[in-house]
């Protein structure tokens, strides 16, 4: 069995900064409202026409996670993709990421996991690496939400959460003491309309959408039953990181970094106090992103790391819990 290591990290958001201020033209709220409910001062928002999808952002991303890592895209074997906003319903955009880089014809696996879609996706790769099947993996996770928002008051608790951007890793195997530790993933599917977006698909077909359309049917947008989310998501998180840290016999205090999934900065807070964890332990970027789902573990880890605050030796910890329901959390020793 073969250890697992980061190699390399990047991150890539939109130039277009989007304050809470800017949102009041599209629906009624205020700064203070969103900020004591969610943590989020302002976001990135793609504009039509600056050439970021989903896959581009992702190959930015990727991009400069392997010049850190001293690997060209022909040194990659395989790529898995995070996405809930792929630039297609199908081809998925991992395929999209293995042409524009000119990797080989390499395989490329498309993760449907939504805000744990980071976490499942590095688990997965995890797996690859130690089997022996492949030696370097590009890990992505990427979104373009801002397209599928409804910019109005009434989907206001949903469109201020959302922001765009990617965050890229290289997980290569590893011939030192760094090594991702343990993974661990959950699901409870009965709770899957309690966020989710239920059209178009396969039930809620484009041309019945068409034929029967009807102005109130909301289906095509994203749904959130917040409080329920929010209950849920303080007790997932944290058995997450304790099933994790049980596994591999370690505390909270043990960790130095936990980059949890950006979901709303209240619920961050929460851990942080059920874990009795010191404020440098944790890392919160939300306040400048929003959330951006699958790409908001990426895309934290790379800043905390561009900032110092990852170095060789350290345990990060990575948890994650959203639509499915799904949750889950990655142990890691840089």
């Known amino acids: 069995m073969y250890k697992s290591k980061i190699l390399g990290l990047g991150k890539y958001v939109p130039d277009n900064i989007v304050t809470n201020n800017d949102l009041t ?29 989903t896959a581009t952002m992702g190959v930015k991303a990727a991009k400069i996670a392997l010049e850190r890592a001293r690997l060209s895209p022909k040194d990659i074997d395989f790529i898995v993709f995070a996405t809930l906003s792929p630039d297609y319903y199908f081809p998925g955009s991992g395929v999209l990421v293995q042409e524009m880089l000119g990797c080989d014809t390499i395989g490329a696996l498309d993760i449907r996991n939504q805000c744990s879609g980071f976490v499942y996706a590095l688990a997965t790769a995890d797996q690859f690496i130690k089997t022996g099947m492949y030696k370097n993996i590009l890990v992505i996770g990427s ?74 049917d909301l289906s095509y947008y994203p749904y959130m039953n917040g409080n329920f989310v929010f209950k849920h998501a303080v007790t997932r998180f944290p058995e997450a990181i304790m099933e994790g840290l049980n596994a591999v016999n370690l505390t909270p205090q ?19 106090r059920k874990l009795n964890m010191r404020d440098e332990q944790i890392m919160n970027n939300i306040q400048k992103y929003g959330n951006t789902t699958a790409a908001s573990i990426p895309i934290a880890m790379t800043e905390a790391w561009e900032a110092g605050r990852i170095k060789r030796g350290d345990l990060v910890v990575t948890a994650a819990f959203g639509s499915g329901f799904t949750w889950g959390s990655n142990i890691i020793r840089f």
């Open 143 to 216: 979104e373009l939400q801002s397209t599928g928002l409804d910019l109005s008051t009434r989907g206001r608790g949903v469109a201020v959460l959302f922001g765009d951007g990617a965050g890229a890793l290289v997980l290569s195997r590893s011939n030192d003491d760094s090594d991702i530790l343990s993974n661990h993933l959950h699901s409870e599917g009965k709770l899957a309309k309690e966020l989710s977006v239920l059209a178009p698909g396969a039930l809620n077909p484009p041309n019945k959408l068409v034929e029967d359309w009807d102005p109130e």
């Open 25 to 53: 033209k599209y629906m009624d709220t205020n700064d203070q409202w969103i900020r004591e409910r969610t943590g989020i001062e302002q976001r990135r928002w793609a504009v039509p026409g600056d050439g970021n999808t």
């Open 254 to 272: 043990d960790i130095d970094l936990l980059v949890p999934h950006q979901a709303n900065l209240r619920i961050s807070q929460f851990v942080q």
